[in-house]
Each structure stands twice: as C-alpha cells, then as structure tokens.
C-alpha cells in the first residue's frame, strides 16, 4: 500500500487579504499546520478603505485596522505566515506542491481575490497614476478642490465618491444604467449632497490629457451623442476580476473567472478549496469573504 506523502503543511492558504487571513486562522485553530502566503499589499482589497461599513461590529472601522488585527489573530493562532508570491501550484497524487515557495499540503485554500476591473479606454492606461486612481482613500487628497468623476454605481463606487465628496469641489457619478446597484443608504447620502452630481445611462468613451487628466468623453444612451466633461481625476469602480490564474487550466469556473465550489467551497480538484472574491459568486462583502473561510477551514479539516 503506497504510504501518504509528508507534507510540509496540512494546510496551505494562498493570499492573505480577509479570506485568507481567517481562513489560515481558522484552520490552525483546528490544529491544523497550516502555512499563508501573499504576494504584497497584505490585506488585499479591503486594506486601503477608509471605514469598512456594514459588517456587524465593526462600525466605522478602517479597512487597515481590520487587517492589522486579523494577522494579529492569524499571528497568534501559529499560522506559518510566509510573505511571496505564489507562481506555480501543482497537483501531485493526493497533495498539492508549491514548487517555487519549497512547501506541500493535502489541502490548498485558494483566497487571491480579485483585481478591480478597469474601464479599458483610450487614455486610462497612460494616467494611471497622473489622475486615474482606483483608490480614493490614497489619492483624493490631490484633487482637494477640484471636479472629479466617479465611474460606477455599486458598494465601493458610492463609498469613495461619498469620501471625495468631502475634498473636491463636485463629484460626478457616472453609471451605466439607469439606477444604482449600491446599498439605499449609499444612495440617500449621496443625493443628499449638494456636490455630488449624477449620469445615468452613461458611458466613459475616452480620458483626456497629456501630463494629468482633463476632461472625460461621455456617450450618453438617451442622449445626443458625445459630450466633454472636464475633470482633474477619475476614479473607476465597475467591479471585480478573480484572479483564479494558479488554479489548473481544466478547474470549473464562471464566466467571469471566479471558481465553482460546493457547500464546503472546495472546487472540483480534490483538495482546492477556493474562497472570497476568488470564487464563482462571492457575495461582494467582508462578512461573505470570512464566512467562505470558516467553511473551507473546517471542511478541510473534517476531511484529512
Ligand atoms: C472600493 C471598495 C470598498 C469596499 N468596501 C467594503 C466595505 O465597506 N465593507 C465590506 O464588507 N466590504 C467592502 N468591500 C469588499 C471587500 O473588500 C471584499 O469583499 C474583500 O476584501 C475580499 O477579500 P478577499 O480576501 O477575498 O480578496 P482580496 O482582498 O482581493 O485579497 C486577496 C489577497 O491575495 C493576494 N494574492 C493574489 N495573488 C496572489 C499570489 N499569486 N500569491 C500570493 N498572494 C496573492 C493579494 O495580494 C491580496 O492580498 C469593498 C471593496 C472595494 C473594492
């Protein structure tokens, strides 16, 4: 009979933005060695928000608190926190190798998030970073003053545009469709406001500007065409990428990316368990990110 290979770990989790974090913590607090990796911006897409709203207990936190306390807790519950990139996963008969970071593990939590999706039009890819940000929190201190645009129309959209409301001049908001995707009271704060400003059914054609960002084009649906919109910055939020790319080529995903999972959110690869903005249906939220941990943690740990 073929003896179990020794694994470095029981447990390997892949990325330490909220999903990961709890999930590494719970897994260890099973008993289970268990080891995390990140490949730089510790924390992920929640790190960088200024107050983390709706999830229970945690009002008016800032995203980068939660992250302290949450590798904190990692920290003190033993998890092996390893920072690095992961660049190859591979699957070998029942366990799985990270050739590049020397460990293996009978189970792999795959917890990379996902990227925020860009606008892909002319001029966003040359001012990134000269007045297109995807991060209002970092940046919207330089457009103190100033008009700025907002593209977008769910959660995190109405949050930064509801934090550049207090430093710029006007913040206009840019949807696509013909109302909001973001939570009621997103939405009554920001009408609420004398400076924030809305278009609906409209899309962003083209970003102007040589050394910083000038103006926006717009097509409006129901309008008479084209229209220049002068701003200082532009700031899209029109949702997410999961980056699932580790994952084998054949494993089951969604159209976006994101990777199918059962109850236990393990994929169809024996073993890889995928969590957080990384899978098929995430439900947008740190609340959802951190339920899918407690469940592949202890689905991992009933089945070894
Ligand atoms: C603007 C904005 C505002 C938001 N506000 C709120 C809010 O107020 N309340 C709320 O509940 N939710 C909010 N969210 C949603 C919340 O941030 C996400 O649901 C949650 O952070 C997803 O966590 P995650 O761990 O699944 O993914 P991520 O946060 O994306 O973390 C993934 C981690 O994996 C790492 N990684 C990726 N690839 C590799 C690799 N190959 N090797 C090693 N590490 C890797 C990344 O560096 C990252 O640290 C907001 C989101 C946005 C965009």
């Known amino acids: ?3 179990a290979p020794r694994t470095s770990h029981q447990v390997i989790v892949i990325g330490a933005g909220v999903a990961g974090m709890a999930a590494a913590t719970e897994a260890a607090r099973c008993g289970l060695k268990t080891a995390l990796f990140d490949d730089g911006l510790l924390g992920g897409l929640i790190t960088n928000v200024g107050a983390v709203h709706g999830h229970p207990g945690l ?3 800032t995203g980068a608190d939660l992250v302290n306390t949450m590798l904190g807790e990692a920290l003190e519950a033993e998890v092996d926190y390893q920072p690095g990139a992961v660049t190859e996963l591979v699957a070998l008969n029942d366990y799985w190798s990270l050739p590049g970071n020397g460990v293996t593990a009978r189970r792999v939590i795959l917890a990379t998030g996902a990227g ?3 606008l892909g039009v002319p001029g966003e890819a040359q ?3 000269r007045g297109v940000s995807q991060c209002a929190f970092c940046d919207g201190g330089l457009y103190r003053g100033k008009d700025v645009a907002v593209v977008g129309g ?3 959209a109405f949050q930064e545009a509801l934090h550049l409301a207090q430093l710029c001049a006007n913040v206009t908001m840019i949807l696509r469709g013909r109302k909001p995707r973001a939570r009621p009271t997103f939405v009554r704060a920001a009408a609420d406001l004398g400076n924030m400003h809305f278009r609906w059914l409209t899309e962003v054609r083209e970003i102007v500007g040589d050394e910083g960002v000038d103006a926006v084009r717009l097509f409006e649906q129901d309008g008479d065409g084209e229209e220049m919109l002068p701003i200082a ?3 899209p939020f029109i949702g997410l990428v999961p980056r ?5 080529a054949h494993a089951e995903r969604d159209n976006e990316g994101g990777l199918i999972v059962d109850a236990d959110m393990q994929t169809d690869q024996p073993g890889l368990y995928a969590i957080g903005a990384a899978r098929a249906g995430h439900g947008g939220q740190v609340a959802h990110a951190i339920a899918d941990a407690k469940r592949a943690a202890q689905g991992a740990w009933r089945s070894i």
């Open 233 to 235: 910055a532009i700031f």
């Open 116 to 118: 925020l999706r860009t």
């Open 59 to 61: 009002n008016q936190t």
């Open 244 to 248: 699932t790319a580790l994952a084998p």
């Open 1 to 3: 009979m073929p003896r």
């Open 127 to 129: 001012l990134t970073g």
């Open 154 to 156: 769910g959660d995190g």
